[in-house]
């Protein structure tokens, strides 16, 4: 079956670093997507990572190891906006969707 | 270039009535996708449609549910006899092939 994994919930320091994990289990694998949802609010997009190795874009990094079935987002100088739900999703051989369940991460002053 | 558009953004049915949900996806954008969502509880998927076809529906409860992406105008999501577990957020995303999905707002639907 197909499957994604990661942390229900994750608490943090405003100013710190924290890295949110995510292992996936697909039917093929074309790419690894992290989206970032506000309270009330839809999911919006942040990364994809298709090949190994690390994505960086400004305060956020994504990697990814494929044969390890294994990515994580890594948030720098956190800030209190960024208390939200990181979801982590694989797309599959069809090009479809498998979404996790989402980290909810708790910023504390 | 609008994003996509989902409407209406709250919705309230008393039980047993009809819920019609509609989404336009951004322009150029052939796939649609149609989540479910509950209060503190993640993304989950309930059918992906292209223009007039419908790809994948197995997320979508046998009964009562029911999707369509015509070939004019928006996506839309049925539910019939709406009982008060359909209360959600529903959000609607659209992506052109083998693309990253761009969400809408959603739909909040409350079922008294």
């Known amino acids: 079956g197909q499957n994604i994994d990661q942390p229900t919930e994750m608490t943090a320091t405003e100013g710190a670093i924290v890295q949110i994990n995510c292992t996936y289990q697909t039917s093929g694998f074309n790419g690894l997507f992290w989206y970032q949802q506000h309270a009330g609010e839809a999911p919006t997009f942040l990364s994809y990572n298709v090949l190994d190795g690390l994505e960086e874009k400004g305060r956020f990094s994504s990697f990814l190891s494929r044969s390890k079935g294994y990515s994580y987002l890594l948030l720098k100088e956190l800030q209190m906006k960024d208390s939200a739900s990181y979801l982590c999703a694989g797309l599959d051989s069809n090009y479809q969707l498998i979404w996790g369940a989402g980290t909810k991460l708790i910023i504390k002053p | 270039n609008a994003g996509v558009m989902q409407n209406p953004r709250h919705l309230v049915r008393r039980r047993g009535q009809e819920a019609r949900l509609r989404c336009s996806p951004m322009?150029?954008?052939?796939?649609v996708y149609w989540y479910r969502q509950l209060p503190e509880e993640g993304l989950k998927f309930m059918v992906y449609l292209q223009k007039e076809n419908i790809i994948d529906e197995s997320g979508m409860p046998k009964e009562r549910f029911s999707a369509e992406f015509p070939k004019e105008g928006p996506s839309i999501l049925r539910i019939q006899q709406v009982v008060r577990g359909d209360s959600a957020a529903y959000f609607c995303a659209s992506s052109p092939p083998y693309n990253e999905q761009f969400f809408g707002p959603g739909t909040r639907l409350t079922v008294l």
């Open positions: 322009k150029g954008h052939s796939h």
